[in-house]
């Protein structure tokens, strides 16, 4: 997986003016700079997300292949493989990144990700249809950073960190403004959002899905077929094992836990359960994932 400032110097892209950190940061895209990033194939240690100001381009995102139009936001979380498969002449976008190490350590922004990523629209599909407001007012954020890196100012990365939240915490809004819209019965939203919200306190320790069923005071049977039916087919696992690998992605980054203590702290029942978990959804065992191999 390659780190943010890694990609950068891997596509030979010119840096912020001034001393940048590497952390966040914003560009505007064309068809050649979308198809560059092809050389990573998806591998890339960061959240990405791309507002698409003209044209169109068709992706293969987890071997589904969709089609961004002109005001949809796509959003790219750390793990998924990415290619790009065609576009029109004229595609143009904005894309923000955000290294995941850096996103994972700072906790405002750590909780503004997980918000932003576990809810209704982002797990159905990683496209969001925006409103004409919607995409104006993050359309403008995302200028705003590209403004201050261009400045060099000597507090230009502390700029960008609290605009990189901001935008977050309004993406956020947005997609729980998008779930009360939502076809869904009232109901079935409820015991959806109450699993995402009992997710963040419990996946830890609860890895099964009876825990949150008797929480819900539902059956096993139908919270899955809610979550299915919401998601567009997505498990409870799906979401259990996310939240699992953005944890020990953290913990194996930023603490100095062993490897061991890790796996006791995410409640795995042995070690080698843990490492296995982790090369499943990473692509690599912890300790090389730990070294930045």
């Known amino acids: 997986m390659y780190s943010l400032k890694e990609f950068w110097q891997l596509r030979n892209l010119p840096v912020p003016e001034g001393e940048w950190d590497g952390n966040v940061i914003c560009i505007e895209t064309n068809v050649e700079w979308t198809f560059g990033t092809n050389e990573t194939r998806g591998f890339l240690s960061c959240y990405t997300f791309t507002i698409v100001t003209r044209g169109w381009v068709t992706i293969l995102y987890n071997d589904r292949e969709l089609t961004l139009h002109v005001g949809d936001l796509y959003t790219y979380s750390p793990g998924f493989e990415v290619t790009v498969l065609s576009s029109s002449n004229d595609y143009s976008g904005i894309c923000l990144l955000g290294d995941e190490r850096f996103t994972l350590s700072q906790p405002t922004v750590r909780d503004a990700i997980r918000t932003a990523y576990f809810t209704v629209v982002e797990l159905t599909s990683p496209v969001l249809p925006l409103k004409a407001d919607d995409f104006r007012r993050l359309r403008e954020l995302m200028q705003m950073m590209i403004h201050y890196q261009q400045m060099g100012l000597p507090l230009a990365n502390d700029s960008l960190r609290m605009l990189y939240n901001l935008f977050l915490t309004d993406l956020a809004t947005v997609q729980q403004h998008s779930i009360?819209?939502?076809?869904?019965?009232?109901r079935v939203e409820e015991i959806f959002l109450g699993f995402l919200g009992l997710l963040p306190q419990h996946f830890a320790e609860h890895h099964d899905i009876g825990f949150y069923a008797d929480r819900l005071c539902i059956t096993t049977t139908y919270l899955s077929r809610i979550v299915r039916q919401v998601s567009g087919g997505r498990t409870v696992v799906d979401y259990i094992n996310q939240l699992l690998l953005m944890e020990a992605t953290f913990l194996l980054r930023q603490t100095s836990l062993s490897i061991t203590q890790i796996s006791d702290q995410l409640h795995f029942a042995e070690v080698t359960t843990f490492a296995r978990f982790f090369n499943?959804?990473?692509?690599?065992?912890?300790?090389?994932f730990r070294k930045g191999k």
Do not use: I, S
Request: hydrophobic fraction near 20%.
């Open 180 to 186: 009360r819209e939502h076809r869904f019965p009232k």
């Open 280 to 288: 499943r959804m990473k692509g690599m065992n912890p300790r090389d």
